[in-house]
């Protein structure tokens, strides 16, 4: 089974970020195994005040998992607050 989760308009607020990759994680777990992918629309700065944070978290280096959601693809794209 493949699953695939969007996050969009994070707008700088890590900790409510934090709680939706835990909730999706623990989905993801109950789930028979397959790919497991995450996708976030963008908007991850302005307004809140952890934007590099979130950028960090949403962004891992090319090679590295996501240290939120081991196992999972990330697919960064790019929203109009960035």
């Not at 493949?2 to 890590?14: F, R």
């Given at each position: 089974m493949?699953?695939?989760?969007?996050?969009?308009?994070?707008?700088?607020?890590?900790e409510p970020l934090?709680?939706?990759l835990r909730q999706i994680r623990e989905d993801a777990e109950?789930?028979?195994e397959g790919r497991r992918?995450?996708?976030f629309l963008g908007d991850y700065i302005d307004?809140?005040?952890s934007s590099a944070e979130v950028l960090r978290l949403?962004?891992?280096r090319k090679g590295e998992d996501?240290?939120?959601l081991p196992g999972f693809s990330?697919?960064?794209k790019i929203g109009n607050h960035e």
């Open positions: 493949n699953l695939t989760y969007i996050v969009g308009d994070i707008h700088g607020h890590l934090k709680k939706l109950r789930r028979p992918e995450v996708v307004r809140g005040p949403c962004h891992p996501m240290e939120a990330v697919v960064p």
